[in-house]
């Protein structure tokens, strides 16, 4: 039996989520959430995932979004990131069931300064869900991560109240992903940040069950944005296996992973570290920097095999009245960043054991 046997193919939310996620931790394996800046990015992620039979998450991170509405538009109280999202999120819903595979939509990390973007996309989540009953993303990620763990599971909790009677999955972390990423820097962190407690994951289900089941905690074991030379970043996936089995003792439940867990900064990590990470309970894994570099070797490989047609519009080396057209259509050199895109966001598929899975 495969998951489109139990979910529909197209956007998932609400509890055709929560089986996907059961679901992929039961089989063992984890789904790559792929950052995406474009329609070109989303359609190769979608084609990557048709084309190995399996299901994909697209995400929007705030700096993503902002650029999706365009670098024209004003971001001035996040209207540019909240414009971007919802357009993002509202053209994947159009096309994801031409691809034949369940489609997850996901906001990337949105920090305390970037609540009102958060709000927006609620907003438009509320507005679609009186017309559909259901949110138009299926999932949105609070990071409140540098605030007090306090202050943190409060402020989740007041949007965990609004978002739970749509059934729109929230997702929040607890501990610190070091590192750069999409204009935040936690490259000076203190070590111990790297690394949750089990005592927080607990506090945290705990509060958060009280409301909805609909939610995933992204604990620190290590993690850090970004690609680093070997050796820099030391990750305990294995921390997981602790957490899953301190709140099982807590509930008194023979579930061995009752936590949903988010792997963040994946890029550069071991297939055994992701391995560990998914035997553990990890349902989701953020792919950004591995699939911005791919994209790029796809254009750059293109433009160094046909340099010599690309450097006037007529004229190349089978003649000096040959037009080159064919060569500077974007659709052509946007195609070949596709290409190795697709190819990088299969292996990060097949790293997780995302593979035939429909």
């Not at 998450?57 to 996040?78: D, E, L, P, Y």
């Not at 009102?116 to 409140?144: C, N, R, T």
């Amino acid at each position: 039996m495969g998951i489109l046997d139990i979910i529909p193919a197209g956007v998932v939310t609400g509890d055709n989520l929560r089986k996907l996620f059961e679901y992929a931790q039961e089989h063992k394996f984890a789904i790559p959430a792929i950052n995406c800046t474009s329609t070109s990015t989303i359609n190769a992620a979608l084609e990557a995932a048709r084309d190995i039979k399996s299901p994909i998450i697209i995400q929007f991170s705030n700096g993503g979004a902002a650029f999706i509405a365009g670098k024209g538009v004003s971001n001035k109280n996040q209207e540019a990131s909240i414009i971007g999202a919802v357009a993002g999120a509202t053209y994947v819903r159009t096309v994801a069931k031409a691809y034949g595979v369940p489609v997850v939509i996901h906001s990337d990390h949105c920090a305390k300064k970037l609540l009102p973007w958060f709000d927006g996309m609620i907003a438009a989540d509320e507005e679609y869900f009186k017309v559909h009953g259901e949110p138009l993303f299926s999932s949105h990620m609070l990071d409140l991560s540098e605030e007090p763990k306090e202050e943190n599971i409060e402020i989740c909790l007041k949007y965990l109240k609004r978002m739970a009677p749509m059934k729109c999955l929230l997702e929040m972390e607890i501990g610190i992903t070091g590192g750069e990423e999409d204009g935040v820097n936690n490259e000076g962190v203190d070590n111990n940040s790297l690394y949750t407690q089990p005592e927080d994951i607990w506090d945290i289900f705990k509060a958060f069950s009280e409301v909805t089941d609909l939610f995933s905690i992204a604990a620190a074991f290590g993690n850090v944005h970004g690609v680093y030379a070997p050796g820099n970043v030391r990750l305990h996936p294995e921390l997981l296996g602790k957490h899953q089995a301190y709140v099982k003792e807590q509930l008194g439940t023979d579930n061995d992973k009752p936590v949903f867990f988010v792997f963040h900064g994946g890029s550069g990590s071991t297939e055994e570290e992701i391995a560990t990470a998914v035997s553990n309970g990890v349902v989701k894994m953020n792919v950004d920097t591995d699939t911005q570099w791919a994209y790029w070797i796809g254009l750059r490989n293109f433009y160094e095999s046909k340099k010599d047609y690309l450097q006037t519009q007529v004229g190349n080396p089978e003649g000096e009245g040959k037009p080159n057209k064919k060569y500077y259509d974007p659709r052509v050199f946007i195609r070949e960043a596709e290409k190795t895109m697709i190819e990088r966001v299969q292996q990060a598929c097949k790293d997780l054991g995302n593979v035939n899975r429909l």
